[in-house]
């Protein structure tokens, strides 16, 4: 994590120091968006192998998924989405939506390069820096502790207050994947779901947008939300227990 950190600081002394550098990002979105997020893996990841002396292959859980185990983690994504819906509407009441904000910077014209960078590029580099190097490097704590740290850093990385929360919660949940199926994969699969079909269904109704929603529209679809959320996260413990138990037998066969 502190290398990660350091990456960030050496980047944004970069952008100081050289302004041309920081207009030319700022003035193409799938740029500026690819840089913040390979920033969290050069030269970090390399460095942190290094110093540890630890293979890549020994710091990323590579298992073969298998076939069930992504049925498993479609389903759990698609019923964790009302949760992660509320608590982005929850904290929008207080804060810009950071996905909209990210959706503006990306041409609606270019959408595969867009679904690329934000759904792709941090199912890769953030799976592969938190549930990767930093759940690997927890392996000596429980279960729980192991979920709770790697769901706060990640909630932290975002910097963010709007994504803090959500972000919390998805880090325990996708820890808990890769933990039991043994693979990243899981994972960045879980990640991707999520992230993706926000990004276009906001690239694709870009012109097609109102006004901004008033207070009482907000509170209204909060209501409406929270209903969704509990009914579906409990759909989501229901599938949660069978795959678990699925990946438990799997793993002492």
Same mark, same amino acid.
């Given at each position: 994590?502190?290398?990660?950190?350091?990456?960030?600081?050496?980047?944004?002394? &970069?952008? =100081? @120091?050289? +302004?041309?550098?920081?207009?030319?990002?700022?003035?193409? $979105?799938?740029? #500026?968006?690819?840089?913040? %997020?390979?920033?969290?893996?050069?030269?970090?990841?390399?460095?942190?192998?290094?110093?540890?002396?630890?293979?890549?292959?020994?710091?990323?859980?590579?298992?073969?998924?298998?076939?069930?185990?992504?049925?498993?983690?479609?389903?759990?994504?698609?019923?964790?989405?009302?949760?992660?819906?509320?608590?982005?509407?929850?904290?929008?009441?207080?804060?810009?939506?950071?996905?909209?904000?990210?959706?503006?910077?990306?041409?609606?014209?270019?959408?595969?390069?867009?679904?690329? &960078?934000? =759904? @792709?590029? +941090?199912?890769?580099?953030?799976?592969?820096?938190?549930? $990767?190097?930093? #759940?690997?490097?927890?392996? %000596?704590?429980?279960?729980?502790?192991?979920?709770?740290?790697?769901?706060?850093?990640?909630?932290?990385?975002?910097?963010?207050?709007?994504?803090?929360?959500?972000?919390?919660?998805?880090?325990?949940?996708?820890?808990?994947?890769?933990?039991?199926?043994?693979?990243?994969?899981?994972?960045?699969?879980?990640?991707?779901?999520?992230?993706?079909?926000?990004?276009?269904?906001?690239?694709?109704?870009?012109?097609?947008?109102?006004?901004?929603?008033?207070?009482?529209?907000?509170?209204?679809?909060?209501?409406?939300?929270?209903?969704?959320?509990?009914?579906?996260?409990? $759909?989501?413990?229901?599938?949660?227990?069978?795959?678990?138990?699925?990946?438990?037998?799997?793993?002492?066969?």
């Amino acid at each position: 994590m502190g290398l990660m950190l350091a990456d960030v600081i050496i980047l944004t002394v &970069v952008l =100081a @120091v050289r +302004p041309s550098f920081a207009i030319l990002l700022n003035a193409n $979105g799938i740029l #500026l968006l690819s840089v913040s %997020e390979l920033v969290l893996i050069f030269p970090a990841l390399p460095l942190y192998m290094l110093i540890t002396r630890q293979s890549l292959t020994h710091i990323l859980p590579c298992k073969p998924l298998g076939w069930k185990n992504a049925g498993y983690i479609l389903l759990m994504t698609v019923l964790l989405e009302p949760a992660v819906s509320l608590l982005s509407a929850l904290t929008s009441l207080f804060y810009p939506n950071a996905a909209v904000e990210i959706t503006s910077l990306l041409p609606a014209g270019n959408l595969p390069a867009a679904v690329f &960078v934000a =759904a @792709v590029l +941090p199912a890769i580099v953030e799976e592969t820096c938190f549930r $990767g190097a930093i #759940l690997s490097a927890s392996n %000596e704590m429980n279960v729980y502790g192991a979920v709770a740290l790697n769901g706060i850093l990640f909630g932290l990385m975002h910097m963010n207050m709007q994504q803090i929360p959500y972000a919390l919660f998805l880090g325990v949940i996708l820890s808990l994947f890769v933990i039991y199926t043994q693979s990243l994969f899981s994972s960045m699969l879980a990640h991707f779901l999520i992230n993706a079909p926000g990004i276009v269904f906001g690239l694709l109704n870009r012109d097609n947008q109102g006004p901004p929603p008033s207070l009482d529209e907000l509170l209204q679809s909060v209501r409406v939300l929270t209903v969704a959320a509990l009914l579906f996260f409990g $759909g989501f413990l229901i599938v949660y227990k069978r795959f678990r138990l699925y990946n438990i037998n799997q793993n002492h066969s």
